[in-house]
């Protein structure tokens, strides 16, 4: 069985992830946060607060299992090698290798900063750092999009 992301079992983006079955994540807060009981100590604003951050977590959680699949189920597909050109795959797949790496170094830096805190505090320096340094292959990606 497979948990959501911070609980520390499944790595999407990880060879054989993408064949899983991955159940969708439950929309809300953290199970660790409901299991803990801190949820009925948090006032409103920051029950709102923490359930926005595991929107991120959970959705770039979503995001790597996707990515997992386009990689090993068509960039990867000898069939489709076989049927395009190399412009054509070029155009389709662009940089995809390099995006997956850098949303996985995002999901990443989510995920350690949440199992430093259960109720996480703060992740707007992850998303400075991430958006300042790491955002080129999402440019270069979408630069390719009008050949898509």
Do not use: W
């Not at 920051?46 to 790597?64: P, V």
């Not at 790496?101 to 707007?124: G, M, N, T, Y």
């Amino acid at each position: 069985p497979q948990t959501s992301p911070g609980c520390g079992q499944l790595r999407p983006g990880q060879p054989g992830s993408a064949q899983q079955d991955v159940q969708p994540l439950s929309p809300g807060l953290c199970p660790q946060v409901v299991e803990s009981g801190i949820l009925d100590m948090l006032p409103a604003e920051e029950r709102k607060r923490q359930e926005a951050i595991f929107e991120i977590l959970t959705s770039e959680f979503s995001y790597q299992h996707s990515l997992g699949i386009l990689v090993s189920e068509f960039l990867q597909c000898r069939e489709l090698q076989a049927a395009m050109t190399q412009t054509e795959r070029h155009h389709l797949f662009s940089n995809i290798l390099d995006v997956r790496s850098a949303s996985q170094r995002f999901f990443e830096d989510l995920e350690r900063r949440h199992k430093e805190q259960v109720c996480v505090e703060d992740i707007s320096d992850i998303l400075e750092e991430h958006a300042e340094r790491h955002f080129h292959p999402y440019v270069a990606y979408c630069a390719n999009e009008v050949y898509q």
